[in-house]
């Protein structure tokens, strides 16, 4: 299976061999013509400002496309850090423009600066044994619609979420070398793919 990752800056070549350690093809993606031959998609962290500045050039005919294949087509995509407030149908004190797929409200750079950056043990659904989760200027989730499942929370906040064929971190699993979420997503387009026949 191919899983692109939208190339456009962030933690391309970490996702790229978290990928490969989990027998995964991965594709940096650039163009709106390399969308036709992957099967799902990761959104990595980055600057989201930057993203959007981009979003208002070149890439918005690729974003737009990203939006139709994963609500059409249901193609499976995957958001970390920055790639969960992309996916996020709102953003908390904010008009920044989003893929508005995923029935989440999320606060940007809610834990702080850069040096506020952290390293939590997190319990996540399903696992038996915590995850070492990374959190860079990381955004909160701070609510999330009826469909949505929550897959990891803490006090006030949410890490981890499903909705259908997309999945958010707030964390970043690639700066790790625990491949679980990775291995969790790969479980996702499995079954996406399945179900399409």
């Known amino acids: 299976m ?3 990752i939208l190339a456009l800056q962030g933690d391309v070549a970490e ?3 978290m990928l490969s350690n989990i027998d995964l093809e991965p594709a940096p993606i650039k ?3 390399e969308l036709e031959s992957i099967d799902a998609l990761i959104i990595p962290g980055g600057e989201s400002t930057t993203i959007n500045r981009l979003a208002d050039y070149a890439a918005a005919a690729l974003l737009d496309r990203i939006k139709e294949k994963a609500l059409k087509e249901r193609m499976p995509v995957y958001g970390t850090c920055m790639g969960s407030i992309m996916l996020a149908k709102s953003v908390e004190g904010s008009n920044q423009k989003t893929l ?3 029935d989440i409200t999320v606060s940007r750079n809610a834990y702080g600066p ?7 043990d ?3 659904k399903g696992e038996p044994l915590p995850y070492p989760a990374i959190f860079i200027r990381a955004p909160r989730i701070v609510s999330a619609g ?3 499942e929550i ?3 803490g006090e006030n906040e949410i890490f981890m979420a499903r909705q259908k064929n997309l999945l958010a971190t707030t964390f970043h699993p690639e700066l790790t070398e625990d491949t679980r979420i990775h291995e969790f997503f790969k479980g996702m387009i499995e079954e996406i793919l399945v179900k399409k026949g």
Do not use: C, N, P, T
């Open 151 to 153: 897959l990891s929370r």
């Open 15 to 17: 996702h790229a061999k």
């Open 100 to 102: 508005s797929l995923m």
């Open 114 to 120: 850069q040096k506020a950056s952290f390293e939590a």
């Open 2 to 4: 191919k899983v692109g």
């Open 146 to 148: 009826e469909d949505v």
């Open 122 to 124: 997190i319990a996540i």
């Open 31 to 33: 163009y709106i013509e």
